[in-house]
């Protein structure tokens, strides 16, 4: 009879603890790149929204990239005081604003792109290429009906 494996080595096998392992490093390494300009996770999901659906209701951005209305706030103050972004009157409804991006805002971003670029290039640096597009194949089969 074999004795089983004891549990913390069985509990590094497991997908679950390997792919909470891999977003905490993926995680790390953009926060890292996002911090040299000054910025967090939720300004950088923020500027993408905006980017991709802006003008936008501040509470639909907020459900967009998941970010609860209460902190959403303070991400919006934030970007707003650097002036990435821009709030005006809603003209489809008056009670709302819309956020947009600032020409600051639009040539951070696309800073912001290229500092993700290189942190998923590093996270993704021991598979070949192959390999990286078969584990974000992967991936995104497993996250497709919380995707929506």
Known sequence: MQTPPAPLSRLQTLPS?????????????????????????????V????????????????????????DMVAVLNELQARELISRTRDPRDARKNALALTAPGQTLLRRLEQLADQANESLLAPLTQAEQQ???????????????
């Open 134 to 148: 078969q584990l974000s194949a992967l991936l995104a089969r497993l996250i497709a009906p919380e995707a929506t």
């Open 17 to 45: 603890w390997l792919l909470g392992r891999a977003a905490a490093l993926g995680h790390r390494l953009v926060g890292e790149q996002l911090a040299a300009e000054g910025l967090r996770m939720p300004h950088h999901a």
């Open 47 to 70: 500027l993408c929204g905006i980017a991709e659906h802006g003008p936008i209701a501040q509470a639909e951005l907020s459900r967009t990239v998941r970010i609860d209305p209460k």
